[in-house]
């Protein structure tokens, strides 16, 4: 994974939690992670394993990402613009 990330010019960084802490703890940035599964889970082709090649699987990915930024873009275009 760290070799697509460098292809693309991102750096990974991998968030642990340390052992000394108990309890919740907020991780930095954890949280951008796990909102963005929770609205590419909200399809139900991506909840479950229904296709029979992880291709397929990983289109449904792309696909609900684009329904997603989609809905951004058009609601950031309805909004007034501020002068």
Do not use: N
């Not at 930095?28 to 889970?41: A, D, G, K, M, N």
């Not at 397929?56 to 950031?76: P, Y």
């Amino acid at each position: 994974m760290s070799k697509q990330a460098s292809a693309y010019g991102r750096a990974l960084e991998i968030v642990k939690r340390s052992d000394d802490m108990t309890g919740f703890v907020v991780l930095p940035r954890r949280w951008v992670v796990e909102r963005t599964l929770s609205w590419i889970f909200q399809r139900r082709r991506c909840v479950r394993d229904y296709e029979r090649l992880p291709e397929h699987h990983e289109a449904m990915v792309h696909w609900s990402m684009i329904i997603l930024m989609r809905r951004r873009l058009a609601r950031a275009d309805s909004r007034p613009s501020s002068k």
